[in-house]
């Protein structure tokens, strides 16, 4: 691959001369493209609003990466709903009780740190486990009182917010919201369904007496799964639900045996705690030969890549030339997979997105 420089030899000099005198850390090579890409942009003449665009971003990114990285060990859960449910409403403490449990069980809660559904993520949680995503919006821009101020990201823009949200969680709970709480939900189904996130558990959680999500599947039982626009199996990509307890034995149930993923010279390989028996994988390959380019799912010994990553090793692994297309059934494999095994009291979900693999499809 060419080489990402300015194309002036005295320029790129400069910059791997700066990079160099800033700090002696891994990475060099990513960083010089950053400055270069910033150069890039001034020498094309982009216009001062593009450029603040770009500028704001980056900073909103990087200040976010700050905060989260000082709790990396702890899985996260992102949650989503109204910024208009008053505290006395029972889809508010319903979201307050999901958040306690979820703490109890050592996850911690990520929120868009705004009132609503938000303030009782963060209220349920308590100070400690909360973590605040807030948006300046000319009517809401100040934080809810449940978040404390060196565990909050402030941001300008929708998208960046949104990466913070999915980059940084190994699961997501919705409760009823808007458009902000429709727009999420897609997204979060799209980014799985097609591939471009790595499987996550998605819970949406109504009170009895709600019939927001029971309504919301309608439409897409009726409308996407009846007009064929999407596959029925993509059904599997999320659980309704009015049960607090039962939406986060949903989440931790998908970490009972999984625990990651990674695709490896363009197959993918499961990590999980406990491999199958032989009888399991017959009945895995029974059920899901569908989903198969070639071959049959397989126990395998961790790969090159992985060991010179030192990715996972300890884990056992399943590896299966996967089609890339039917996630839906995927998610149906790691139901499969998470059957062998009682959940632990306690799970522990891979790490957040930390690295764009050389080896990912996309």
Request: glycine share 6%; charged share 25%.
């Amino acid at each position: 691959m060419r080489k990402y420089e300015m194309g002036n030899e005295e320029i790129d000099a400069a910059v791997a001369a700066l990079v160099a005198q800033a700090d002696s850390k891994p990475n060099e090579d990513l960083t010089a493209e950053i400055i270069i890409t910033a150069l890039k942009l001034y020498r094309d003449g982009a216009e001062r609003g593009d450029l603040k665009l770009v500028n704001t971003a980056l900073k909103e990114m990087r200040y976010s990466m700050l905060v989260f990285s000082r709790d990396r060990h702890r899985p996260k859960v992102t949650m989503y709903g109204s910024a208009r449910t008053p505290n006395s409403d029972i889809e508010y403490q319903l979201a307050k009780r999901f958040a306690e449990v979820m703490v109890q069980r050592s996850w911690a809660v990520i929120t868009g740190a705004g009132p609503g559904i938000m303030e009782a993520g963060n209220e349920g949680a308590g100070m400690d486990a909360s973590y605040g995503v807030n948006i300046r919006l000319p009517f809401e821009s100040n934080a809810n009182p449940f978040v404390s101020p060196d565990q909050l990201i402030n941001f300008k823009y929708f998208f960046t917010r949104k990466l913070g949200f999915v980059k940084e969680s190994s699961a997501f709970a919705l409760f009823p919201g808007g458009f902000g709480t429709m727009d999420e939900a897609f997204e979060l189904l799209t980014l799985t369904q097609t591939g471009k996130s790595d499987l996550h558990p998605i819970v949406m959680v109504g009170s009895e007496q709600s019939t927001y999500w029971q309504r919301w599947n309608e439409f897409v039982v009726d409308e996407l799964v009846g007009s064929e626009l999407i596959a029925p199996e993509d059904q599997n990509l999320y659980r309704i639900t009015d049960d607090p307890i039962v939406a986060a034995d949903e989440i931790c149930h998908f970490y009972a045996n999984y625990r990651s993923q990674r695709y490896v010279d363009g197959k993918l390989v499961l990590r999980v705690t406990q491999g199958p028996t032989p009888d399991q994988l017959t009945e895995l390959n029974d059920e899901f030969s569908d989903i198969l380019v070639s071959g049959a799912i397989e126990s395998v010994d961790p790969s090159n890549a992985e060991v010179r990553d030192g990715d996972d090793l300890e884990a056992s692994r399943l590896q299966l030339h996967f089609d890339r297309r039917h996630y839906g059934r995927l998610r149906s494999v790691v139901n499969m997979v998470n059957d062998w095994v009682a959940t632990p009291e306690i799970v522990h979900p891979g790490t957040a997105f930390t690295d764009e693999q050389q080896d990912r499809p996309w």
